[in-house]
């Protein structure tokens, strides 16, 4: 049985920075695709960031080169590093686990979810 638990999530400024990270069990996260997405209030959910089990790393255009997205075998978890944060970031954000082969965009191709965490960017 696959388990996420997402955590880090809070309130920061705009222009601030913070950290979320998953932890997985049940399955490691290199034998998997692994992926952040996002849902702002009132709005579908949406792809920010997936990394492959080689390592390969995509991004949505409206968060490349301020978020990166990072795997710990060690520690079986995934994190998400977000840095110049906007007003417009503000939302839950999900873990999530494919275990395809190919680096996923939908949330449609992702097997197993985290229970979210809120992120919350005054501005």
């Known amino acids: 049985q696959v388990q996420l638990v997402e955590s880090g999530g809070g309130l920061v400024q705009a222009g601030g920075s913070l950290r979320v990270s998953c932890a997985a069990s049940?399955?490691?996260?290199?034998?998997?695709?692994m992926a952040w997405f996002r849902q702002p209030p009132g709005k579908e959910r949406e792809f920010v960031a997936a990394?492959?089990?080689?390592?390969?790393?995509d991004y949505a255009n409206s968060v490349k080169g301020r978020f990166t997205i990072s795997r710990d075998d060690a520690k079986n978890t995934v994190s998400l590093q977000m840095n110049s944060l906007k007003p417009q970031d503000t939302a839950v954000y999900y873990c999530a686990m494919a275990t395809s082969y190919t680096l996923l965009k939908h949330y449609h191709g992702y097997n197993y979810w985290g229970q979210g965490t809120q992120v919350t960017v005054s501005s």
């Open positions: 990394i492959s089990r080689t390592g390969i790393t």
């Open positions: 049940g399955r490691t996260v290199s034998s998997a695709v």
